[in-house]
């Protein structure tokens, strides 16, 4: 019973930074940076699981972790194509960006036509990149005793639920705006999520915590890498 509620609170944090993710982006859209500094959870789980699962890095492995989170988090600051925007005119179309998301929950948002994150933008950002990270860091822990496919449907489907609770109560406040190829689109986004889920499950379960946080906070290294190639 206390794993299971230990799972179901990181699949509730996984969804607060989720929402405090995008609630970043409403205040400022500072979509490269919101995703810079959310995409260093990946250092905060590994922290939390060396100071208390007394995972064992090395100094190879410790600097590589330092190195693959701060790459990302420089990365994801300045998206390919945007070095020259700030240059242009507002009339001329500003630079592609993207969003992540974390690895518990959520798709990647829209992109944003806001360059500069706004100050109410910033804590709300840390607040997401805390969230994972613990959130990631709970799972990872619980991984192991509950077993990787338990442990990621307990996180998953508590983090569903109370979404889908919020969801009933806003109902009348919510437009929607959906269209077939949207929904297409973030079925497709769901299952891919669904997938990393269950790998960082299964790297808590074999007890690598710490390198499955590190390596995971990586991905917005695809989304950045097909920007470049789209402004090439």
Do not use: C
């Not at 060396?50 to 990365?75: K, P, R, T």
């Not at 192991?144 to 449907?153: K, P, S």
């Not at 639920?161 to 973030?186: D, E, K, N, Q």
């Amino acid at each position: 019973g206390a794993v299971a509620l230990s799972l179901a609170g990181a699949g509730r944090l996984g969804l607060v930074g989720y929402l405090a993710f995008y609630r970043a982006l409403e205040h400022g859209g500072g979509v490269g940076l919101v995703s810079a500094i959310s995409a260093t959870y990946g250092g905060v789980t590994t922290v939390l699981a060396v100071a208390l699962l007394g995972e064992h890095l090395g100094v190879a492995g410790a600097v590589g972790v330092a190195l693959a989170v701060a790459g990302i988090a420089l990365a994801a600051a300045r998206p390919a194509g945007s070095a020259g925007a700030d240059a242009d005119d507002e009339a001329s179309e500003p630079a592609a960006s993207v969003a992540v998301a974390e690895p518990m929950v959520g798709v990647a948002p829209a992109p944003s036509r806001i360059k500069n994150l706004s100050r109410a933008g910033v804590p709300l950002a840390i607040v997401a990149a805390l969230s994972y990270g613990v959130g990631g860091f709970a799972l990872g822990k619980y991984s192991a005793r509950a077993g990787w496919l338990t442990a990621a449907l307990i996180a998953h489907g508590a983090s569903i639920t109370v979404m889908l609770m919020f969801m009933a109560l806003l109902r009348r406040r919510m437009a929607w705006r959906g269209s077939t190829s949207g929904i297409l689109w973030a079925g497709a986004a769901g299952l891919t999520d669904a997938v990393g889920l269950l790998a960082f499950s299964q790297g808590g379960h074999a007890g690598q915590v710490a390198v499955t946080a590190a390596v995971s906070s990586v991905f917005p290294v695809i989304p950045l890498v097909e920007i470049g190639r789209a402004h090439v």
